[in-house]
């Protein structure tokens, strides 16, 4: 049987130097996220594993500026992402 697009994520984030809380955290997330949204993630994650820790420290960013309502950390958080999607 094929491993679904989710199960291939676990798998990178459950290898990744991640803490054990940390990655039922990150896990928890893709397990929420529709399959078509999951494909470039796993694309991505495939490519470079080391992406795993990079994506979980801006999606922490990312969460704390929501629970503080700081959308300049938002936004920073944003750039960060996409200044390091295009140097890849």
Known sequence: MDRNTFQKIHEIIEESDLSLEEKMDFTELFAQ?????????LNLLEKDPSWVERLYANYKIKEEALVTGNMEAWHDAIQKEKEELEKD
């Open 33 to 41: 996220t529709k399959e078509g949204a999951l494909r470039p993630v």
